[in-house]
């Protein structure tokens, strides 16, 4: 089945570390986003990717970081620089084919800091 | 103006009762909008996009009012399992292909026996 899986699914981290969340998609999509979502809050883009090699900060980029070496691929990693990394991730994934530019979502990562 | 505006609600309603929801969006260059469900704790999933003639899927009816700036969701004969929240979503293309997702905060709608 074609979809967007992340990893992993609970993830716990100690202060100072930095920490690495995988999202892959075979659905041949050109473009994957990570967002933030706080407990009752909204989604906050993190960061995006049009095309490989290539990223964008989103609004809340400080103390994360990415990668898109592969179409499939868009790692986020997230350093010891974001002061409060405890969130629900989300990674989601879009082609510019679709005339109306669906996004899919993985199930997304829980990051807790202990 | 916030670029996309929901009310947070929440919405407690009993079965089988009608609800709409309403989301403004600022950017009049908008070019396509969508309604997404989300359940505690879990992913966002597409529940429908938002199509100018206004569309509808079942239970679910959604409009486009571009003079107005909004989109809405109407629910009809409500249902337990309806019980989520209700995402708006708004692509303003610029630059051609590339696209600008904006998301609403959310509607949390709760059925109630």
């Known amino acids: 089945d074609g979809g967007i899986t992340q990893s992993p699914k609970y993830l716990f981290r100690k202060e100072g570390q930095n920490v690495t969340l995988s999202c892959e998609q075979n659905?041949?999509?050109?473009?994957m986003y990570w967002y933030r979502q706080d407990p009752g809050q909204g989604l906050r883009l993190i960061y995006y990717?049009?095309?490989?090699?290539?990223?964008q900060k989103g609004d809340i980029a400080e103390g994360y970081s990415v990668s898109r070496e592969k179409k499939e691929s868009f790692p986020l990693t997230v350093t010891s620089a974001q002061k409060n990394p405890t969130a629900f991730y989300l990674c989601?994934?879009?082609?510019?084919?679709?005339?109306?530019?669906?996004?899919?979502f993985g199930e997304g990562s829980w990051l807790t800091v202990v | 103006r916030k670029e996309v505006e929901q009310d947070p609600g929440p919405f407690n309603v009993p079965e089988g009762a009608t609800v709409a929801f309403n989301c403004t969006y600022s950017n009049s260059a908008s070019q396509s909008f969508f309604w997404y469900r989300q359940d505690c704790r879990k992913e966002p999933k597409l529940l429908m996009s938002v199509y100018s003639s206004g569309n509808e899927d079942g239970r679910f009816t959604a409009q486009l009012n571009r003079a107005s700036q909004y989109i809405s969701l109407l629910i009809r004969d409500s249902k337990l399992s309806d019980s989520a929240t209700y995402l708006c979503v708004v692509n303003t293309n610029y630059g051609g292909s590339q696209g600008n997702l904006i998301f609403g905060k959310g509607t949390k709608l709760s059925v109630k026996p």
């Open positions: 990717s049009q095309i490989v090699n290539d990223f």
């Open positions: 659905l041949n999509h050109d473009a």
């Open positions: 989601a994934s879009t082609t510019f084919i679709d005339s109306g530019n669906t996004i899919y």
